[in-house]
Nanobody, 124 residues
Framework: QVQLVESGGGLVQAGGSLRLSCAAS????????MGWFRQAPGKEREFVAA????????YYADSVKGRFTISRDNAKNTLYLQMNSLKPEDTAVYYC?????????????????WGQGTQVTVSS
């Protein structure tokens, strides 16, 4: 089992940047596929980005492609999401998620473990 704790959210102006982190407990982090999802008020939780267990493969939602970068440091048991050129429509609670093994997954139901989320607010 793995526990996930997100951090790095906050208030930023449009065009700004933030880096989210997701700290994972347990020794199996390096074997887990990881992902970022977000949920805006009144909307369903949606896929943002995913990364394979070794970081070799990544996948992004079209809405963030070219602006966000997902990465991981298996030595530090940490997942990252670098968010640049932020837009007001990026405002949401951001969640990291994990599942044992595999490459990249974009469906919410494919993930087994979830963090509590971190709020990102982008002002216009």
């Amino acid at each position: 089992q793995v526990q996930l704790v997100e951090s790095g959210g906050g208030l930023v102006q449009a065009g700004g940047s933030l880096r989210l982190s997701c700290a994972a407990s347990g020794r199996a982090f390096s074997t887990y596929a990881m992902g970022w999802f977000r949920q805006a008020p009144g909307k369903e939780r949606e896929f943002v980005a995913a990364i394979s267990w070794n970081g070799a493969r990544t996948y992004y939602a079209d809405s963030v492609k070219g602006r966000f970068t997902i990465s991981r440091d298996n030595a530090k048991n940490t997942l990252y999401l670098q968010m640049n050129s932020l837009k007001p429509e990026d405002t949401a609670v951001y969640y990291c998620a994990a599942r044992p093994g595999g490459i990249v997954y974009i469906v919410r139901a494919d993930y087994e473990y979830w963090g509590q989320g971190t709020q990102v607010t982008v002002s216009s």
